[in-house]
């Protein structure tokens, strides 16, 4: 699996996934409406491998019933950052809809070193639609059907749908269908049982989840994760911030891409939407 894989896929865990949209985009992502029930988040979240330092990654949100809006950024730093000069910023926003999250608009924009590449998607129709700039050399073999597009949701959207469950308490089951706009998977939800969590951001109990990963559609040859990568599932640690009305993760890890990444809170501020 490529670097840029193992972060999407752990972004998608943590309703992050690279970059703020605006940054590629002469055409802002719309705010949505968010009601006064609503709550901003701030976070602050440290990668490591083993015990050495990696990246770094930054989260702002607000969300309520009525919609909810991001931006997130990742960047390498630490030991990581000797080897790579990599970021990846995201935005994204969307309505509360009908019993689930439904996103309007998702971008975000990578850089390595002097190469950037934004992507946006637009979810108007029933079929998400998705383009980049510059154009990626293939869309996959084979790439994402009209029939993968349907009733998807970008990486961001899938933390806060996921949330949405737990606040319900449908708990951590399911699927999550996921289109970051070239690769379409599934996440498989399984509820673990719960664990004590102890961060620097976060001390308590948290529901212990696996997010197995199934890829689909629009993946390049050499991007297509190996059955090694695909045998162990995204472990996160989600914990209720704010009440029961906002979940988050507190710790994932991942032992595909560099042979085991972890990810932990690192600092946290939860407070209520002023004037919606």
Known sequence: ????????????????????????????????????????????????????????????????EAGYAAESYIEAAGLAALFTDFDIRAEVSGQGGNGAREPQIYEHVERTGSKVRSVRIEFSDIVARSEAEPPFGSWGVPPASDSDRTDVIDPMTAFFELSRRLEGGEGCQGRLAVFDGKARYDLRLETVGTDRVRTRAWRGDALLCHAWYEPISGYDPEDYPSASELRHPLVLWLAPIAGDSA????????????????IELTGLSVEPVAGG
């Open 1 to 64: 699996m490529s670097t840029r894989s193992v972060w999407l896929v752990v972004a998608t865990g943590l309703g992050l996934v690279m970059a703020t949209g605006a940054a590629g985009s002469d055409e802002a992502v719309p705010a949505p409406e968010i009601a006064e029930d609503a709550v901003r988040v701030s976070a602050r979240y440290a990668s490591s491998v083993l015990f050495f330092k990696v990246g770094e990654i930054t989260l702002d949100a607000r969300f309520g």
């Open 247 to 262: 979940y988050l993760p507190v710790r994932l890890h991942t032992r595909a891409g560099f042979g085991g990444v972890t």
